[in-house]
């Protein structure tokens, strides 16, 4: 104690030892699989260089999947006893494949297969996707020489809103539709006006550049009540006949003409609202099939 009744303050330094001079052994397990890994890796890239070719692909297949094995592998080589099969099963090495016992073939007199289905023939799939490709381009071709016709002619020009043209799965078909104030034959008759006329006779000079068949079809609309009219369908099929006289009249051959039909209000062009004007229409269609053959080239 001082001699003011105070403790003195006493100050201990510590030194920390040096932990016996190692960090433990765990570096050593470490270190051990490093060499064990380089080890491994020096002895393949040894026996990569002393094996053959045949000896690599042995090993290539013998360690491939078995849903994808192909050949006998390892038979006389590094793995010379056992392969995979076809099927991924082991086979003696000095085998062939194993093939199936009663294969599916051809009976040569009808053309199919063994359980009758109809075996599949390439070159006729593509010479049907040919003539696709072909039909579809004619098809193109003609839509364009239309469209192209109406915006030449100055009195088709006007017309243009009552002409249609689009590809169905029956073919391309080239529709003549009322527009309010526009009609295509005169009120309740089959008789077609001065318009259709110009339109159809227009229409026959895009139909004799193709070669298919054509169908035909009228078509009315319901009433300004929802409801049909009396004699749609007669009235229907007299347009339909009145615009195959009048193809025909432009040079048509009458042998292309497949089907005239009237469906008078059971296919309208508005299915919303049956009453409207572009119900009443006529469908020309240029059917998707091989084209007529002439009389003295029939089958």
Known sequence: MSAGGERPIIIKRIKKGGGGGHHGGAWKVAYADFVTAMMAFFLLMWLINTTSPEQKRGIADYFAPA?????????????????????GTKQNGSQAIVQDASPDVKNPSDGKSK????AADPAADQAKQDQAKQEAAAFASAQQSLAQAL?????????SKNIIVDQTPEGLRIQLVDQEGRSMFNQGTAVPNDRAKLLLRAIAKIVNQLPNRISIYGHTSANSGGGKTKGDWSLSQGRADASRNILEGAGVDD????????????????????TLPGNRRIAIVLMREAPVLPPDRGP
């Open 67 to 87: 849903s994808v094995s192909e050949t006998t592998s390892g038979a006389g080589g590094i793995l010379a006893g056992t392969a995979l099969g076809n099927e």
């Open 115 to 118: 359980d009758g289905a109809k």
């Open 151 to 159: 915006q030449d002619m100055p009195e088709l020009a006007e017309l």
């Open 255 to 274: 042998d292309r003409i497949y089907q005239v039909s009237g469906k008078a209000t059971k296919d309208p062009l508005y299915p919303d609202d049956p």
